[in-house]
């Protein structure tokens, strides 16, 4: 009697350890979520000192937004463009009252082709269009203002 009463134990034993494995498996949403991670005050400050305003990050664009200005036609491609920017989330500055923009000299323009489609005769045509890239980053004094400016597009 002894034994069966150990190996009842063993087998639930088994049992429970399978249930308590295959548990997270069955909710996959959970696994999604992980424990936050801890940085310390150095680590943050290293990151901050290595990520310095200087290189115009990608940034993706609407580009049905961008053209808004133009009522009579609808942007069909490329949905998005991909341009070199300089933002307050470009790169870090050594004080609160900078923020990373463009340098002007820097500035150039890319011409890219799109299809638009014309909303009064539905016909498709492809377009040139001028738009703003940035070439290289500084600090400047803070202005909210800029980084709500849109990229500048202009038709050909």
Known sequence: MGRRLTRGLFLMLILTINQMMLAPASH?????????RRIHLMTALEASRNFTCKTPQLRAYNLR???QHLPSESVRQPVYIVLKRCDSHSGCCLSPDLSCAPVDSSIYYEELEIEVRSLI???RRKVWIKVEQHG???????TSQRDNEPPSIEIL
Do not use: E, I, R, Y
């Open 121 to 123: 005769t539905n016909s």
């Open 28 to 36: 996959p949403s959970d696994q999604q979520h992980s424990a936050a």
């Open 65 to 67: 937004d961008l053209m």
């Open 136 to 142: 290289k980053c500084s600090c400047k004094l803070n």
